[in-house]
């Protein structure tokens, strides 16, 4: 099966990053779009996760059992980094509510996170942004940070590690690597046009 996930990248950068977060938190609804984010930064869930989470489940344990709702697969995710941010966040949210809802308090849709992002990729002259990018960063920093691609792969619940490697864009990074300093013909081209505007 080939999976496609079009032009979208991870933040490579900590510079990146947090340009991505401070967007979010200046903007409308700030905070819960930083948390969102973050959340997603330090988890790795798709995004269509981190939408079906409710206040009760993060309010009261930072190890937190979800089921995946594109695999149907059980996932534990640590909180533990976040529980300063969670805790603000949710002061004064209802148990059974949404973490994170719009002005109707009805949960955001993948639609509206991604019509976010666009806004926020505009402004970091950015055309490689989606909803896909926390997923993808998460991945990226967790393999440059552990260098542990096989349990990378179990996390994302992938069929191979190249199939990893291509998702966090590792094999991106390879090949601009390899072609920085691959060339052909340039060194010619450049010396036939100086000799030709002596010539002429």
């Given at each position: 099966?080939?999976?496609?996930?079009?032009?979208?990248?991870?933040l490579r950068?900590?510079?990146?990053?947090?340009?991505f977060v401070n967007y979010a938190r200046n903007g409308t609804h700030g905070e819960r779009n930083a948390l969102l984010i973050l959340i997603g930064l330090n988890t790795g869930l798709r995004m269509s996760d981190i939408l079906n989470l409710k206040v009760a489940q993060?309010?009261?344990q930072d190890v937190v059992q979800i089921t995946e709702k594109k695999t149907k697969k059980?996932?534990?995710?640590?909180?533990?980094?976040?529980?300063?941010?969670?805790?603000?966040?949710?002061?004064d949210?209802?148990?059974?509510?949404?973490?994170?809802?719009?002005r109707q308090h009805h949960p955001l849709s993948v639609n509206a996170v991604y019509k976010l992002f666009q806004t926020i990729a505009r402004k970091m002259n950015r055309t490689d942004i989606g909803t896909h990018t926390l997923r993808k960063t998460f991945g990226y920093h967790y393999y440059q940070q552990t260098h542990d691609i096989g349990t990378l792969m179990m996390i994302f619940n992938h069929s191979s590690e190249a199939i990893t490697k291509r998702y966090i864009g590792l094999s991106q990074d390879v090949i601009m690597r390899q072609m920085a300093g691959f060339s052909l013909g340039i060194e010619g081209?450049?010396?036939?046009?100086?000799?030709s505007q002596k010539t002429g």
């Open positions: 099966m080939i999976m496609i996930y079009y032009n979208v990248e991870p950068s900590q510079q990146e990053i947090t340009a993060v309010r009261y059980r996932r534990l995710i640590l909180l533990t980094r976040l529980r300063p941010q969670i805790n603000h966040y949710i002061e949210l209802p148990d059974s509510e949404y973490l994170f809802t719009n081209a450049s010396v036939e046009k100086k000799n």
